[in-house]
């Protein structure tokens, strides 16, 4: 048995991009993760570094678009944030910004396009439409279908492979301690501290506890009884053969599921979020089982690549599925859990994207500082009414 | 998409031949599919149409193609590969009734014309294996070969891939490879096996296991025979070590191997050719199997890892059964009985068969499984080569991965710097060891054993890469078109 300061649950980008913060801090931090790190939707993820709003925030009409904007201060500070990241880690991850493209094909996509550019600017964040010779210039790999595409050049890719495990390692530098293949089945107030047990019969306590455990994080809130609204999603991405460079950017279509992106290593990725299924078993969502692909996911995606012809001809080595949380308004849940005194979550939204954003604010939150950007509109209290007793 | 298919047998090797054949003759509606142009599989594998005809097919590969194209109810899926089962695991509560629906299974297969799905009650996988690789010092010039590989040359288009051949490894099929390339003509300069003789001659347990089997033995003896008559000289306990030339090879290194089967320093000689062909065995083609979310075993003297089954063949997952080399390398006869046996199990839960006739037609079935299951325990496992020999010949700077080009070393550097990493996968994710175009297919075995090596886990801890669709690269243009294929049916 052992007190720490900060206990972390997950091993995934938040978990250690967190621990890495405090740990830089001097202060005492334990990482448990229950398998490997980057195991799970870290190192799953399509590496998409957007920071224009996806197409599932604006598919359900311009109120909820208008909700889903409420993350923009943190796609602004995440832009920021990833453009130094692998200085600040002092290892590769991958990160290249070289824009994103977001694409409509009909006039009412077009038009959407539009109402989204003007609230994203409205947050302060650059997106030119882009039509006619000025986008076939910079982007003359596209298809005759696209009319017109939102331009963010600071959008691009990071690698999915390099970044927790490097968030990890820079944490272990700063003296985060870490044990993997141990799963926390227990977790309750002991005397003014957390004490969480691990099945081996072990158990450790802390002052703090950080529930960064992705799709696992509503089962880890209710040992606290805490009921959190975060659903699971199974999400599917396919991987072609390598090729020479075609696709410098970051590629969204704002009517449709799609992102694609060509790796350093010469793979093109597709995804999107292209669902796959949950697996059941006794009529409950099993979360220790990968979803099982769909046949339509992976030939709807395929469809939606038309965009861009020269992949076409490419061969799909492999897809794969993996999970991810979402909250029932899209947004980020991030910070304190009312009436839990030292518990606090680091879940939902687009967490590779936003998730060294979370990390630094979650963590200056934990080191008794002001974060520099306000956390209500993620903040759990935000369902308080629903769910703390 | 659905169409009045009952059984979808995938392959069309012995396992598969027979198990269509049995099934179209019990009344069921079969589809057979193979990504060949023409049934046969490996053993019996016939040149593509419009080419002569030039190596010999057994007689019992002869009967077996006979007997499947006179059966009735079957159609044929040639150059068409099966790339993903789906609607098998997400909720396996719906599995608790006996017999799976039909349309419940769905299988992705890419033809020729483009994608498209089939939807069977009930699918029998029989793909076969592939040979082992083996990595070592320059195993990936050009000129080195399998011995599986050099037999394809020779049955499919009757060609000699080269001039001088040094064939090396440790399983039967060496001799065997190495007697047909003499018969057609070819110089065949060294054959090395890394086993010493002793281990390999029979004890009494393996004579006994012998008995109604002879007909196996006897094949590795004449080819041994024929090769002697020849001169080609048979090195036992004698292992590969290099290849070398630029572009191409010109020559090997050899070595003689100690008791452990690990070299013995300073007995190193080089032998000038320009084919290396290399037999060490072969690796099931368990992915599609498992992607379909079908148990596997560990069983290392049977191939690595192979589907679990029951005694009609069935697998964990309703309505798939399997035969063949996917359960258990154990050669084309064993291939063919489990075929049947698959079929006599599928029709049972087709309800076209009941359980008293499928158990009097089985019987026979079984004495001749039971044999061949004798005698690849006792006999073929003596053949399976040792992880640590293996593993001793795989140097630092030797590419594991060769479509990645990922080393030895930088699996190794890998597990160093992540001491909490220890799975096929999490490598994979690190390293993009089998990550390629080959899927994993050549890299797999030998990953595995270094991490193992490197970890002290053993192999169900580290487990294989996650078989995932489509279990062999499909042009995107396929998928694509297979979806518009879906939105125009609604
Ligand atoms: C296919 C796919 C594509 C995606 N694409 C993008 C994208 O392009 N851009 C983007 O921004 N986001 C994307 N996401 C979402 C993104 O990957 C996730 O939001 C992000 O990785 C979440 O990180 P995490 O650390 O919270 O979760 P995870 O990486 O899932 O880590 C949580 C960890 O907690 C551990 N854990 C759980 N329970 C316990 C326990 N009881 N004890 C100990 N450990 C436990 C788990 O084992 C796991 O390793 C995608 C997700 C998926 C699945
Ligand atoms: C290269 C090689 C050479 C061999 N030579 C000999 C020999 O000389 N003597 C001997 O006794 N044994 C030999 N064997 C072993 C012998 O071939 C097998 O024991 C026997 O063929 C096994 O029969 P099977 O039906 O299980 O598989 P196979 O005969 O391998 O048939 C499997 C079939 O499935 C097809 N297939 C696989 N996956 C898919 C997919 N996803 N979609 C569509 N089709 C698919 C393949 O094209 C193949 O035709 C050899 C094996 C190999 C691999």
């Known amino acids: ?389 | 998409m659905s169409n009045p298919t009952d059984v979808v047998v995938v392959g069309a090797g012995p396992a598969g031949l027979a198990a269509a054949a049995t099934l179209g003759r019990h009344g069921a509606r079969v589809t057979v599919v193979d990504e060949q142009q023409r049934p046969g599989g490996q053993i019996y594998r016939q040149p593509p149409t419009g080419h002569t005809r030039t190596g010999r097919r057994t007689e019992a590969g002869r009967a077996l193609l006979a007997e499947a194209a006179a059966a009735p109810h079957l159609d044929w899926l040639p150059d068409t590969v099966a790339w993903g089962v789906f609607g098998t695991r997400a909720g396996l509560d719906d599995y608790a009734g006996p017999a799976p629906a039909p349309g419940r299974l769905r299988l992705g297969v890419h033809t020729p014309d483009g994608g498209r799905t089939l939807e069977p009650a009930a699918l029998v996988l029989t793909a076969g294996a592939y040979d082992l690789p083996v990595p070592f010092p320059g195993w990936t010039l050009p000129g080195v070969l399998t011995a599986g590989g050099v037999q394809t040359f020779l049955k499919a288009q009757g060609l000699l891939p080269g001039r001088r051949f040094v064939l090396a490894g440790g399983h039967p099929l060496l001799l065997v490879v190495a007697a047909q390339l003499v018969a057609a003509g070819a110089h065949v300069v060294e054959v090395a096996f890394s086993q010493h003789l002793r281990t390999l001659l029979p004890g009494p347990r393996d004579l006994a296991a012998a008995v109604g089997n002879a007909a196996k033995l006897a094949e590795g003896a004449a080819a041994l025979r024929h090769l002697r008559r020849a001169r080609v000289p048979v090195r036992f306990g004698t292992v590969i070590r290099a290849a070398h030339g630029d572009p191409e090879l010109d020559g090997v290194v050899l070595s003689r191997v100690d008791a452990a089967g690990l070299p013995v320093p300073g007995t190193e000689r080089t032998v000038a050719c320009d084919v290396l062909a290399l037999g060490y065995g072969f690796v099931p083609s368990t992915e599609l199997a498992r992607q379909a979310g079908c148990a596997v075993a560990w069983r290392p003297a049977e191939g690595g890892w192979i589907v679990d089954h029951d005694d009609w063949m069935r697998t964990s997952v309703p309505g798939i059964s399997v035969a063949g080399e996917l359960t258990g390398v154990a050669g084309a006869e064993q291939a063919e009985v489990e075929g049947r046996l698959a079929a006599y199990g599928t029709l049972q839960t087709l309800g076209l068969l009941d359980a008293d006739r499928a158990a009097a037609l089985a019987r026979p079935v079984r004495r001749i499984l039971a044999r061949r299951r004798r005698f690849a325990a006792a006999v073929l496992s003596r053949f399976a080569p040792d992880p640590a020999a293996l593993n001793a010949l795989v140097t630092d700077d030797t590419v594991l991965c060769r479509c990645e080009e990922v080393t030895a070393g930088d699996i190794r550097r890998a597990l160093c710097d992540h001491p909490h990493l220890g799975t096929a996968n999490a490598v994979k994710l690190l390293t993009r060891a089998g990550m390629g175009l080959c899927q994993g297919r050549s890299c797999q075995p030998a990953v595995c054993r270094l991490i193992a090596e490197q970890t002290g886990r053993s192999p169900e801890q580290i487990g294989a890469f996650t078989a995932q669709p489509p279990v062999k690269p499909v042009p995107l243009a396929s998928l694509a078109a297979a979806a518009r294929q879906h939105d125009d049916q609604g």
């Open chain 1, 1 to 389: 048995m052992a007190h720490y300061d900060t206990a972390v649950i997950g091993g995934g980008l938040l978990g250690c991009a967190i621990a890495w913060h405090l740990a830089r801090a001097g202060t005492r931090v334990l990482i448990v993760e229950k398998d490997q790190v980057n195991r799970h939707a870290s190192g799953q993820n399509a590496g998409s570094l957007h920071f224009q709003l996806e197409f599932r925030m604006v598919e359900h009409g311009d109120d909820a678009a208008r909700l889903a904007a409420r993350a923009l201060p943190l796609h602004l500070d995440a832009q920021r944030t990833w453009a130094g990241l692998e200085a600040a880690l002092g290892a590769p991850c991958g990160v290249a910004l070289r824009g994103g493209l977001m694409l409509a094909e009909t006039p009412a996509e077009v038009a959407a396009l539009d109402r989204k550019a003007a609230l994203e600017r409205e947050y302060g964040l650059d997106v030119q439409v882009l039509g006619g010779p000025q986008l076939r210039e910079l982007a003359p790999y596209l298809a005759d279908t696209v009319r017109a595409a939102g331009h963010l050049p600071g959008e691009g890719k990071a690698n999915p492979r390099l970044v927790t495990p490097a968030f990890a390692h820079a944490a272990l530098r700063h003296g985060a301690e870490l044990r993997t293949g141990h799963r926390v089945t227990a977790l309750h107030r002991d005397g003014g501290r957390w004490r969480l047990s691990t099945g081996d019969g072990r158990s450790d306590t802390a002052d703090t506890v950080v529930l960064a455990a992705g799709v696992w994080t509503a089962e880890l809130a209710a040992m606290a009884d805490v009921r959190l609204p975060v659903f699971p999603v199974g999400l599917t991405m396919s991987a072609t053969a390598r090729t020479a460079p075609l696709l410098p950017h970051l590629i969204q279509h704002v009517g449709r599921r799609l992102s694609m992106k060509q790796t350093a290593e010469g793979n093109v990725l597709l995804g999107g979020g292209w669902p796959a299924k949950l697996v059941t078993r006794h009529g409950r969502t099993d979360l220790d089982r990968n979803p099982e692909l769909r046949y339509e996911s992976l030939t709807g995606n395929a469809d939606a690549a038309r965009v861009v012809p020269a992949v076409m001809r490419l061969p799909i080595i492999r897809s794969w599925s993996g999970m991810t949380t979402l909250t029932p308004d899209q947004l980020p849940l991030l910070g304190p859990v009312p009436r839990r005194p030292g518990l606090h979550v680091a879940t939902g939204g687009s967490a590779f994207t936003l998730g060294p954003t979370y990390a630094r604010l979650l963590a200056s939150t934990l080191l008794g500082d002001r974060p520099d950007l306000p956390l209500d509109d993620y903040s759990p209290a935000r369902f308080g009414a629903l769910n703390f007793v």
